[in-house]
């Protein structure tokens, strides 16, 4: 899994591919649908921005890469499909943690 | 394909042309039309502004130029036509992502 | 058509003298009134501050001078008449462009 | 007109003395009332702060003095009388321009 | 009438005594009740913080000092009461003026 | 009274016991139950954090300490009880001043 | 307790068990539900982010450690499961203080 997704995010934007119900729950993580909090979501990390400009003109690095399973905030990012499957787009702020494997 | 657009965006603004409906199910990529998420639209960097002056007085360069193939978040920018043609402009942080070919 | 306008305008403001309805139409530039998006308009510029100043107590230069034909969005800036001509005082972060002839 | 109004104005305020609607159309200017735009006022800046500290702890010099003749946005600013003559006391960002006799 | 008032104000904040209604009709200066403005009021700098921290850690000096006579927005600040006497305690950036006698 | 107790707030946060309305009327101090104003409350300090971090990543000193008395605003901060005592945490920006004795 | 958690957090996020209703009133905090005031949590930190960037691109350390027995605004971050078990992943700055054995 590498950075040539079809899609290159800018800035700190990151292309993630939700992970189906199904794998979640073998995965053991279940993301309880409350109604006081934000549900997170689990995926795929498939490409990720160069990073965003900081106040003083530098770059600040990504802090996830290609190919890390992460959870993220429900309602982040957009949707968008190719060839009928589904990818999010978001900002690396959106994304809580990285799933250690 | 050059800068010599006939609105030359100010700042980090970028005039884009967004693609047809009918292209987008060719090029693979569908945006569907959620309720909960913010549609991205598909189209083409025509003009780029010289980039947003940061707080120390310095010009923040452009990450895309006149030719890319981007996606943005459908409701933003502003939409004006030339000769019964639809542009859009808007800001660069608005644009999502480059489509690589 | 110079700086000599009767109203200087502080920091970063610009008047703008807006274009006709008509005038719009022969120079070949729609602006589609549409309910999603905020509806751009044309104008020229009759006279520019001097620009707004920086954190660091630096004058940003003006990116728009007397005699340009701009685009704006349409809710922006401040209405106002000398002997019965409609002017328009807005900041330059609300001009979205400069149309080159 | 000098600067020993009665009120010392605090960082970038000012005080102004609004021009009766009378003499308003005297001077060629009409401030039509608009319901999508701010209508704004004219007035004679009466006195005028030292100016607001910037983010480095400098002082930034105003750009009106005492004797200008200024437009503002109508309802920016506070309304004072003093043996019953109305005065406004506005922060010079709400300042749009300076007119020019 | 020195800094030894009771409560001594954190930061940017001036400890204040409103004028009562008859003073102000005796001092010339008459705050009138519009509905579309703020209404100021009048009153006595009893105590002042040592002023706020600035952005690079310097504190920013006050311009207003215990036994000045100012002018303030009306539904700014907190009230409170001692031996049954009324003071408020606003910040400085609430006050619009110092009345010069 | 120390900086012993039970629980150490975190960067700006300061832990106060509210002071009971019987020892405010002895005290003098009476806070007035007004609609347009927000009521300030009585407190002492318990435990202060050892202050926040400003823009450059230098820790800003607080101003109150463990024993001061307090005013602060009414409503701000998160109430919690310990063996049937109530305390408030609340950041210092919420304290209005210090109650000097 | 270490910092094997199964989730690494980012940024300056923490992952907290909650702790149970009847763990805490043994330990001797109570959370009243009151409605002027958010309640707090009581949790125990499981895993700490490396700490936010600032503005000046400089790694601000965590205050907070696996281990820390804590207490968190209620609605605050967001919650997940593994293996049934409740978790939460809440920004730093929600951590309102430690609670010391």
Redesign the interface.
Known sequence: MGT????????D?V?VKPVEREEKTKG?????D?A?????MEGTVL?V??GR??????R?PM??KAGDRV?F?K?S????????V?YL?LS??D??????E
Chains 1, 2, 3, 4, 5, 6, 7 share one sequence.
């Open positions: 040539d997704f079809r899609i290159r995010p800018l800035a934007r292309v053991g993580i279940y993301l309880p409350t006081s909090k934000e549900r997170p490409a921005g160069e400009i900081d106040d003083n003109g530098k600040i802090n996830v959870i905030a309602y990012g957009t949707e968008f499909k190719i060839d009928d589904e787009i690396e702020k994304i809580l943690g990285i799933i250690q």
